[in-house]
């Protein structure tokens, strides 16, 4: 920005002083002195001569006017008084008086409103309406009638004229008032007499002059007349015409004889015309008269009488007026801030040139529209809070907002703004400065700035600097955040006593890298296993360097130490192994899973099937009863085996984690000498989760509890509800999650066995398989949930266990009833699709049992042709059951997809006996309505099959 710009303070000199003469002295605008006496003071010693000498015309004038009403008040029919701003009379004629008492019966008083006295209604809202035009600083003449109307209605000419003081404000206004209809009766009775002639003509002293209508020649004409045209007597005025006393040319350009004539036609045509002309005395001189001219008849003919005002110094006035206004209007033009005035609503009034650069609007297309109309303001709030100010302060300094151009392009203003009074109306006077540069200019410092945080953020998370006695000089908000210290509390510290670390293992002091770089002037790095201590105490697992700083002479001012936390790193990296771990065990149990669950199927429902078929006083029920035992156990083991693989996924639902935390561990602490103790909230939320593999958690941890405290003793069992796991340092989860431990007080676990308790395989006890662990650990990663063990050798152990919570609770479905599950199976016609043959044989016995009618086929091509066969009969199946995978056949993925071609109502479940597809776990977005895990049993097939038409009935 050029500095040579003028302050705001100037601009606003300039514009007050604009304003000031912006319009003709007649109507001129008048500020308020208060307002801008501040801005006056500043104004130059020329200026102020000029309205002094302003004031000194002003006076002038009102003398003259106080001098005319004196003589006035001698003249006939002629009524003069002049009222202040509330209507209270401050002078008044004699004969004004007379006539008030003889119009509406009232003796008036000075101090008193003129409005009181006036009885009718209309009259006193009209002569209102005229004192209020004449406040507002308009002259101006009416023909008025007035009068009480059980009385005489009279007409008057009214002369209304604003009164100013010696500041230039209006206090008052004056009113000439003839009674015209007392005129016209003296022109009727005496226009011809001697004595009207002597009396209302030659004394006057206001110039008057008849002229012939036909020859435009001077008839008669008063002494005052004869002085202000510059003669000396009477005889040389008479015979002249008005372009004789008259220059070439009026103001408009036109010639004075011409002009003279059309003024004459108009007042025969119309009575009366009033005008202004420009004169020329016998010397030369130059004057403006404002000349009234009047249409009489004399003797039968027509004539033409008019009298004369000199208005020569208001004239001289006014153009010295235009003058100072063009001067001052060009430099509100040419100031290069952009300068409005506008309402206060936001129409603007004026705009000069800097704001037409600016906005890129012309002036045209602006003036008179408000500003919301073209969306100059970026922001309406903006403008609220700014008028809202003004109104309050009555100005404002530097308001800062944004402003949109014609082109879309914003700008960033500083605006300045007043409010000012222009003909009594309140107007915002404003001055725009542009700082769209400046603000840019400022915006690339701060990205740089930005530059260089992001810079420290990227050589790691924490950032500390020292000068050459250690003592630090900055610290970055992570490097706050990791030792407990801010940068105030810092600054000037030892750096020992601000970055306490020490190594991990050994729990002694490490040595401060500063002194390290200081002495050897290299980059020194940090050993392995290295802790932070905050102030508050916590530890954080670091991995840091230090460099030297220096200056352009390669002198070391100062030491930089850039650290991170790698607390969360490391677990990951012991999680990763332990998965790893697991993995190979997966990889294992996933290769026998499918076929040995689809012999368990075979083996499981035949003997279901043999059970219900012997009553239980049958000596082979108690052999098949237990040996249904044995292959329920089986199918545990196998379920152990199947979290392992990569594709046992867990089924997720809503589960009522507090009820199956008190139901598991009862069941398997029944008998036992342990006591639970639960601190289990109301409140606690819902998880989403395997129901079957969360249940295989609990009951774990709870044996494993149990056979670290043989002789007995306690359990206890907490949960609470987790907002954020990154309040517990748990950063690699997002989300709700519910936590619950259980804690036993049996023998504990060393520290040199913590890290390995969840590894496939280890354990400390003499007999056990090693898995329970390492399966309650692939479980809840698989549940994208955290594990976590604390124990201390003599005092017990504890595992958290951190599940995602679920949306929200649900509610226990209603059991049917069992002669409506007759009902429903009873009318159930249901297709079997499996290659092994004796799990397809065992289904159908199942659903048989549960009085359906069944059929089976081996693969999905012949379920296919078997479908379309009964589809539209009234044999048509109402269920399909499909396993999921049929090697060198088509399975279940495949098969509904087809079938849905055909029947896109169709109901199917997918049944595998192991969960390697994410089918299993999602199987509704694949078109099936629900879900069977081999081996299953006749219970769990009907509970599926009535889960879906009751779902189906309730839609």
């Keep these: 920005m050029d500095k040579t710009i003028l302050p705001i303070t100037a601009i606003f000199v300039l514009i007050a002083i604009f304003l000031f003469f912006t319009f003709p002295f007649a109507n001129s605008i008048i500020l308020k002195t208060d307002e801008f006496e501040d801005i006056i003071e500043k104004s130059s010693k020329e200026l102020k001569d000029e309205i002094q000498y302003r004031k000194e015309l002003e006076k002038e004038l009102r003398e003259t006017l106080l001098l005319k009403n004196a003589i006035l008040e001698s003249q006939n029919g002629i009524v003069v008084f002049a009222l202040d701003r509330e209507y209270r009379y401050l002078d008044f004629t004699l004969l004004h008086k007379q006539t008030m008492k003889a119009i509406w019966g009232v003796d008036i008083e000075k101090g008193k409103s003129m409005l009181d006295y006036i009885k009718n209604e209309e009259d006193r809202k009209k002569a209102k309406k005229n004192f209020d035009r004449a406040l507002a600083g308009e002259s101006f003449v009416l023909i008025e009638e007035y009068g009480d109307e059980k009385l005489k209605r009279t007409f008057y000419e009214d002369r209304y004229s604003p009164i100013y003081n010696d500041n230039g404000e209006i206090i008052g206004v004056s009113v000439f008032v003839i009674d015209i209809t007392k005129q016209k009766l003296i022109e009727t009775a005496l226009r011809e007499s001697e004595e009207y002639n002597k009396i209302i003509f030659q004394d006057s ?211 300045s703004a007043n409010i000012i009074r222009i003909a009594g109306e309140q107007r915002i006077l404003s001055v725009m400065r542009d700082i769209t540069e400046r603000k840019r200019i400022e915006e690339e410092v701060f990205n740089e700035r930005e530059k260089l945080s992001v810079t420290l953020r990227s050589i790691g998370d924490g950032v500390i600097t020292t000068d050459t006695e250690g ?182 639902e809503i589960v009522d984690l507090k009820k199956l935390l008190k139901n598991t561990i009862s069941f398997y602490l029944s008998g036992s000498n342990i006591k639970v103790f639960y601190d289990l909230p109301d409140d606690l939320w819902y998880v989403l989760a395997d129901r079957g593999q969360i249940e295989q958690v609990i009951s774990n941890l709870v044996v494993n509890s149990k056979q670290a405290m043989p002789t ?126 004796v799990v397809r044989e065992v289904a159908i016995s199942m659903l048989e049992s549960l009085g359906c009618k069944a059929y089976g086929v081996s693969e999905g091509k012949k379920a296919l042709e078997e479908y379309k066969k009964t589809l539209g009969t009234k044999d048509k199946y109402d269920l399909v059951i499909m396993d999921l995978t049929i090697p060198g056949g088509m399975g279940g993925k495949e098969l509904i997809e087809e079938i849905k071609k055909m029947d896109p109502d169709v109901k199917a479940i997918v049944s595998s006996g192991y969960s390697n597809d994410p089918i299993m776990s999602n199987y509704k977005e694949y078109g099936f309505s629900g879900k069977l895990l081999k081996p299953f049993q006749t219970e769990d097939l009907e509970k599926e099959i009535l889960r879906i038409f009751e779902e189906n009935a309730s839609s």
Aim: net charge positive.
């Design 712 to 837: 007995g003793g306690r359990i206890f069992v907490k949960a609470q509800n987790i907002e954020s796991m990154k309040t517990l340092g748990i950063r690699h989860l997002n989300g709700k999650y519910v936590m619950f431990s259980i804690k036993d007080e049996g023998g504990g676990v060393s520290e040199k066995h913590i890290e390995k308790i969840f590894d496939p395989y280890f354990t400390t006890k003499q007999e056990g398989s090693g898995l329970g662990l390492a399966i309650v650990h692939s479980i809840i990663s698989k549940h994208n949930g955290y594990i976590e063990v604390m124990s201390k050798m003599g005092e017990g152990t504890t595992f958290y266990i951190y599940l995602p919570a679920a949306e929200k609770n649900i509610e226990g479905i209603e059991k049917i009833s069992e002669s409506k599950s007759r009902r429903v199976f009873s009318s159930l016609k249901v297709l079997v699709v499996d290659d092994e043959d």
């Design 471 to 652: 003592k630090v000089t900055f610290i970055n908000k992570t490097a706050e955040e990791l030792t407990g210290w801010t940068l105030s509390e810092a600054k000037g510290k030892p750096l020992e006593k601000v970055f306490n670390i020490i190594n991990e293992v050994t729990r002694e002091r490490v040595d401060n890298p500063v002194s390290k770089v200081l002495k050897e002037k290299r980059i020194v790095g940090l050993e392995n296993r290295t802790v932070l201590i905050s102030k508050d105490g916590r530890e954080y697992n670091i991995a840091d360097s230090a460099a030297p700083i220096v200056d352009v002479k390669s002198r070391v001012i100062g030491v930089v130490l850039v650290f991170r936390d790698v607390t969360e790193k490391l677990k990951l990296e012991q999680e990763r192994l332990k998965v790893k771990k697991l993995e190979s065990i997966g990889i294992l149990a996933g290769g026998i899973a499918h076929d040995f669950n689809n012999i368990l199927t075979g083996i499981f429902g035949n003997l279901e099937l043999a059970k219900i078929k012997l009553s239980k006083d049958n000596p082979a029920y108690v052999h098949i009863k237990a040996a249904n035992e044995s292959i329920e156990r089986a199918t545990a083991l196998t379920k152990q085996l199947l979290t392992f693989a990569k594709g046992g996924e867990p089924i997720v």
């Design 205 to 415: 002293l206001i110039p008057l002059v008849v002229m012939n209508s036909k020859t435009y020649r001077f008839t008669d004409c008063n002494r005052a007349a004869i002085e202000i045209y510059g003669f000396k007597r009477k005889e040389e005025v008479l015979g002249k015409t008005p372009a004789d006393v008259s220059t070439p040319y009026q103001y408009n350009g036109e010639p004075s004889e011409d002009l003279a004539k059309k003024f004459i036609q108009q007042a025969l045509k119309e009575g009366k015309v009033l005008f202004e002309w420009r004169h020329r005395r016998p010397d030369g001189t130059v004057w403006d008269a404002e000349v009234q001219l009047v249409r009489f008849k004399y003797k039968g003919e027509n004539y033409l009488q008019f009298s004369l005002l000199d208005i020569t110094e208001r004239k001289r006035l006014r153009e010295k007026l235009i003058e100072s206004e063009e001067k001052y209007r060009v430099v509100f033009r040419t100031i290069p801030e952009s300068i409005s005035i506008s309402t206060i609503d936001g129409v603007l009034l004026d705009v000069n040139d800097g704001f037409v650069n600016i906005s890129g609007y012309s002036r045209e297309e602006v003036v008179g529209r408000n500003v919301f109309e073209f969306g100059l303001w970026a922001n309406k709030k903006d403008r609220d809070v700014f008028v809202k100010k003004l109104k309050k302060d009555g100005f404002i300094e530097n308001f800062e907002t944004k402003f949109v151009g014609k082109d879309k392009k914003v700008v960033i203003g500083l605006v």
